[in-house]
Every structure is written in C-alpha cells, then in structure tokens.
C-alpha cells in the first residue's frame, strides 16, 4: 500500500498570503495525484488531479506541482473562503486508492 | 451536472450489516459507469472502500475487502454498499462518489453530501 503523508498538520497563514501545502508519497506515484479542499461540515471538492491540472470550476489562484513522491500544492493568494483541510490522493498505485492525513489551513 | 446522494440507517448495531445507497441524478448510471465509496471517522481523514466500474467490476480496500460488496441497480440509477460485522470501528461518514468518466482513473469527481452511520448497541 503507498503510504501518503502531508506536511505540516496545521498552516497559519493571513488573508492575502500564500500557502504552500507538501504531500509525498512512500512510492512513486508517478502524476496520479489528486488534491481535495473540505470545509466543515461538506464533503471534500477535488480540486486538482494529474498532479497540476486544475479541476472545472476551481480558480487559477489554486497551483498544483510534483511528480513521483513530492508534491505541492500551492494557494498563490488566500481568500477567506480558502481556509479549509486539505487532502492529497494517489491513484497510481491501486487497489487501495489512499489519502494522506490532511493539512489544515486557518486563518493566522 | 451530476449529482448523488446517500441513503440508509444512521445507527446500526455491532455484527450487523451496514447497508447504504447512493441515489445518482443529471446521469444515467445505464450508460456507462465508474463511482465509489469512501468513509470518514469523525475528526479523522478519508478512507477508500471501493470502488465498481462498468461491466460491473469491482474494486475494494484489501483492508475491508472480506467484509463489502458494491453493486449497481441501473433500473433505479442507484449504487449500494453493503459492509458485514461491523464494530465501533466502522462509525463514519459515508459518501457516495463518481470516478472522473473521462478517464476513469480513480479520483473523485463529484461527491454525496456524506451520511453519518453510527454503531452502537
């Protein structure tokens, strides 16, 4: 099983700013990475998949890179409605698709 | 658009079965298929159950795997999960999802709102 891990736990960032947000994977994973966005109480949004591709609807602020095991995503310019958890995903090596624990953003 | 949602017990006693299914709309599951499960512990991360692909076939966590099975009623435009013996363990948020039909790598597309399953005696 690809073990999926993000780091940090918790990001701190202000309205404006950028967040970086790191998945890595304990095997390659090649692009077969998906990024989720879930704000309490909703079920997750896909926002990213192939590691870089933007799902519809989601806005340019929103920046996906990596292939392999590192992976980042990056949020060029918080909005309030940004901050949320954030769950990467592996769909390269499966059965089992896996998640990584998630990163949480809120407001600093 | 597509749109789904997840029907079934909210509380379901230890040993029992847990029975769910996911009503699919703005798509005709007889056309062509991909969707999935995937649950959520209260406070904890996602976990994929499996998922079934058109033609039927199936695809499940080899952590459950001896415990779930995934199917289609295409009459209905519905999918169901069923998972055996369940323990404490199993109290989660369940959604519903589809698999991107473009491609059919399995990532999430669209989600149900999620359905809280508790179990407890």
């Known amino acids: 099983e690809t073990v999926m891990t993000q780091s940090p736990a918790t990001l701190s960032v202000s309205p404006g700013e950028r967040a970086t947000l790191s998945c890595r994977a304990s095997?390659?994973?090649?692009?077969?990475l998906a990024w989720y966005q879930q704000k309490p109480g909703q079920a997750p949004r896909l926002l990213m998949y192939g590691a870089s591709t933007r799902a519809t609807g989601i806005p340019v602020r929103f920046s996906g890179s990596g292939s392999g095991t590192e992976f980042t995503l990056t949020i060029s310019s918080l909005q309030s409605e940004d901050f949320a958890v954030y769950f990467c995903q592996q769909y390269n090596n499966w059965p089992p698709v896996t998640f990584g624990p998630g990163t949480k953003v809120d407001i600093k | 658009q597509v749109q789904l949602q997840e029907s079934g017990p909210g509380l379901v006693k230890p040993s029992e079965t847990l029975s769910l299914t996911c009503t699919v709309s703005g798509y005709s599951i007889r056309s062509n298929y991909y969707w999935g499960w995937i649950r959520q512990p209260p406070g904890k991360g996602l976990e994929w159950i499996g998922s079934i692909y058109h033609g039927g076939y199936t695809y499940y966590n080899p952590s459950l795997k001896s415990r779930v099975t995934i199917s289609v009623d295409t009459s209905k435009n519905q999918f169901s999960l069923r998972l055996s013996s369940v323990t404490a363990a199993d109290t989660a948020v369940y959604y519903c999802?589809?698999?991107?039909?473009?491609?059919?790598?399995?990532?999430?597309?669209?989600w149900g709102q999620g359905t809280l399953v508790t179990v407890s005696s």
């Open positions: 999802a589809s698999v991107d039909h473009s491609s059919g790598n399995p990532y999430f597309d669209y």
């Open positions: 095997q390659s994973v090649s692009s077969k």
